[in-house]
């Protein structure tokens, strides 16, 4: 492996490296999702059933305002992977 290779490598972008249905056993976690604003845009509000609750950032391309809900059947999560970064997810709606 050459010098590059272990360098962290700036201006690159994030890609797809995953986009799945939520599972079975997700969305039986989860009492209800709802879309909300954030710091850098709108996230899904995951009330979950055994109390407290989870954030993940909503894509930028779904059409889902504030307030809505989140049909976990129907939306996918996606995985966005860049080099140097830790992996990151998204709603996708």
Do not use: H
């Amino acid at each position: 492996m050459n010098i590059f290779g272990k360098l962290k490598m700036y201006a690159s972008k994030w890609s797809e490296t995953e986009c799945r249905n939520f599972t079975a056993e997700e969305i039986a976690a989860v009492q209800s999702a709802t879309v909300v604003a954030s710091q850098y845009g709108n996230s899904v509000c995951f009330l979950m059933v055994g109390g407290g609750q989870c954030y993940i950032p909503l894509d930028r391309d779904s059409t889902l305002g504030v307030g809505e809900s989140v049909d976990l059947q129907a939306a996918k999560l996606k995985t966005l992977s860049k080099q140097g970064e830790e992996d990151i997810m998204r709603v996708s709606i």
